[in-house]
């Protein structure tokens, strides 16, 4: 694996939530959850045939979807935030993997820091480190990905782990992973996955 840049903890709205397909009016972009900035308040300039591309999709759908039936405002998508997850990191890193020459396989990785607007309390600060990672290759399934997890749990000392489907807007399919706590005596979760298909 290699780690990816992640050194931006200011986002655009369009790298954050538009470009994963998050639609605009969806509550994660309240201010009551999100870190909007004053200053800069917008991003100066946005992949515009990219961009094109993603209003297309929230808009009227493409690849397999019916999209979202509204319309997409470039007002929304330039609207700086302090980023929500390193996830905007992958959405770039597999724009640039999309523009190369010829297509190279990739196993990207990062821990870094997020940034959401929450009540504080003893499991929730408004700051907390995030990891991912983003294999890109021909033929994956589902089962490389559980796969690729378990082994991360197992380096981690976490052995005893259970997969279950779950809803996130812009994996398909996605999946929480839960492992047994011996003091709780339950299962928790420890962590959400997806197969994010571009």
Do not use: C
């Amino acid at each position: 694996f290699t780690e990816m840049p992640t050194d931006n903890f200011v986002e655009s709205s369009f790298w954050n939530f538009d470009a994963l397909f998050q639609p605009q009016q969806h509550p994660a972009r309240d201010q009551h959850d999100t870190f909007f900035l004053q200053d800069p308040a917008e991003a100066p300039e946005l992949p515009a045939s990219y961009m094109a591309k993603v209003r297309k999709v929230h808009s009227h759908g493409g690849y397999g979807s019916q999209g979202y039936k509204y319309v997409w405002k470039v007002e929304e998508a330039r609207k700086n935030l302090l980023r929500t997850h390193t996830t905007s990191a992958s959405a770039r890193a597999l724009f640039h993997l999309a523009h190369q020459d010829k297509f190279t396989p990739v196993k990207y990785f990062s821990i870094d820091r997020v940034f959401r607007n929450e009540s504080l309390d003893a499991t929730h600060l408004a700051e907390f480190h995030q990891v991912e990672g983003v294999v890109a290759d021909r033929g994956l399934t589902l089962g490389h990905l559980m796969g690729i997890l378990r082994q991360f749990f197992t380096k981690l000392g976490i052995t005893k782990l259970r997969f279950k489907p779950a809803y996130n807007p812009y994996t398909e399919p996605s999946m929480e992973v839960f492992s047994y706590h011996e003091g709780l005596k339950k299962w928790v979760e420890v962590g959400n996955s997806g197969v994010f298909r571009p």
